[in-house]
């Protein structure tokens, strides 16, 4: 299963941009890249995804970079609510392959 | 509420025990998964089904894991003779399935066993 390098805790304050970094450089031609985070005590909740292309939702943006090997997952104004352990995945099948994620923090 | 269900929500045994955990996904979904999740870590995969067949297991699903979904709606985990490293989130989601599109997988709030 492909790899995902994430930080393990990043830190931020409330109503800033967030941009929270992914690497995987070994990406296959044929994987999407999907952004879940898990908010405390709760499962796993979608985010967005892509393969290619940037990608815009209402809860987030996606930029992916031009040869795939990184990608950034960006929260245009955080809230307290968006506090969340936020999980890159490399998914070119039907299972999710999770690593340990980034623990965010939203400072008030 | 028409989200993902799962009971119970806690469970404490005994070493040895056996226990089993049920899922109800979102209605009409035929595609559910079970994952596994410890403390500090991300979620591990056990296994999968598309509607009643099983069609990956993981495996981390030994032995003493059995998963069935007999009618393809609900599905049910068994542990047997449960060790104290089964301790964790026991994680179920469901997804609608269609043809090469990457579909969503929508989780459940867990199941957390705790074995003495």
Sequence with gaps: DAKTTQPNSMESNEEEPVHLPCNHSTISGTDYIHWYRQLPSQGPEYVIHGLTSNVNNRMASLAIAEDRKSSTLILHRATLRDAAVYYCILRGAQKLVFGQGTRLTINP | ?116
């Excluded at chain 2, 598309?50 to 393809?72: I, V």
């Design chain 2, 1 to 116: 509420d028409t989200g993902v269900s799962q009971d119970p929500r806690h469970k404490i045994t005994k070493r040895g025990q056996n226990v089993t955990f049920r899922c109800d996904p979102i209605s009409e979904h035929n595609r559910l998964y079970w994952y596994r999740q410890t403390l500090g870590q991300g979620p591990e995969f056990l296994t999968y089904f598309q509607n009643e067949a099983q069609l990956e297991k993981s495996r981390l699903l030994s032995d003493r894991f059995s998963a069935e979904r007999p009618k393809g709606s609900f599905s049910t985990l068994e542990i047997q003779r449960t060790e104290q490293g089964d301790s964790a989130m026991y994680l179920c989601a469901s997804s609608l399935e269609r043809l090469a599109i990457q579909e969503t997988q929508y989780f459940g709030p867990g199941t957390r066993l705790l074995v003495l």
